[in-house]
């Protein structure tokens, strides 16, 4: 090792027989500045990769309208998740007994009751009498289309009052519900009634006023 050698640190490496102890520290200064300006290249690129993150985050949450997977219709598992999505309570379809059930409510359970037991003296019940479960559907039909006034007996009991028709602009269809539904409640088990049985008593009675009940007594004989 040769003393004080100016040219040591420029050359390209370091030539042990050149090197002095002063040169090899000046070389490590060298080298050590070298890496401070390796740090700020890190110290750039993780800010900015930072910006970006930041940037990121912002952009995801605008636009990913929290992750819903109805938003994105691209995956064929999406599709189908979308094409079942029913909002709650939407296009479910009613059966004829529920829409039968609702009409009675309306039309029918203010005096013959929400349980189809009527009221002892005024109303006679539905739930268990012979006229609704009448195995000719077409007697409850008459009923229901035209009214019934004056003395009837009804389960042995007697009552002698008046119910009006309380059809009005009812389709043939709703008719038919209603009539289903009081023949298949409370524990009633008759057969179902459809619309065109409905319209073919329409067509046999035509529009006339409340029936009697002996007018009714030869579905009895
Ligand atoms: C305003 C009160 C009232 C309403 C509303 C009413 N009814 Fe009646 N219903 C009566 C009365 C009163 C009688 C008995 C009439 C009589 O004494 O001749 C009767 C009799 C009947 C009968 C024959 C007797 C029996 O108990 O089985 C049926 C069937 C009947 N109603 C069904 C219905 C249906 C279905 C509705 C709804 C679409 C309805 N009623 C709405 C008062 C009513």
Same mark, same amino acid.
């Given at each position: 090792?040769? $003393? !004080?050698?100016?040219? #040591? ?11 002095? !102890? ?11 500045r070298?890496?401070v300006?390796?740090?700020?290249? %890190?110290f ?7 910006i970006?993150l ?12 929290? *992750?819903? @997977?109805?938003?994105y ?11 079942? *999505?029913? /909002? ?7 059966? @004829? +007994? ?6 009675y ?6 005096c ?10 005024n ?11 009448? $195995?000719? %559907? %077409? ?7 035209a009214?019934?006034?004056? /003395? ?6 007697? *009552? ?11 389709? !043939? ?5 209603? #009539?289903? &539904? ?18 073919s ?8 006023? /409340?029936?009697?009940? $002996?007018?009714?007594?030869? &579905? +009895?004989?």
């Open positions: 090792m040769s $003393e !004080d050698n100016p040219d #040591v640190l420029n050359l390209p490496g370091i030539d042990e027989s050149k090197a002095s !102890d002063e040169s090899i520290v000046k070389v490590h200064s060298r080298i050590r070298q890496r300006a390796g740090s700020a290249v %890190a750039f690129s993780s800010t900015a990769f930072i970006v930041t940037f990121g985050w912002f952009q995801l949450r605008r636009h990913t309208a929290g *992750y819903d @997977p109805q938003m219709l691209s995956e064929r598992g999406d599709i189908h998740a979308f094409l079942n *999505y029913v /909002p709650a309570g939407a296009g479910v379809e009613k059966t @004829p +007994f529920e829409i039968g059930q609702e009409l409510m309306m039309r029918c359970s203010s013959h009751q929400v349980n189809g037991e009527g009221m002892a003296g109303f006679p019940p539905l739930a268990g009498s012979e006229w609704v479960l009448h $195995e000719d %559907a %077409a007697l409850p039909i008459k009923i229901v289309l009214g019934i006034a004056g /003395p009837i007996t009804v389960m042995g009991q007697q *009552y002698n009052s008046n119910m009006a028709s309380v059809v009005g602009d009812l389709e !043939d269809r709703d008719v038919a519900n209603i #009539v289903t &539904y009081i023949r298949q409640s409370w524990g009633n088990e008759a057969s179902e009634v459809t619309a065109d049985q409905v319209a008593v329409k067509e046999e009675i035509g529009s006339r006023g /409340p029936w009697t009940a $002996e007018e009714l007594q030869s &579905y +009895f004989e």
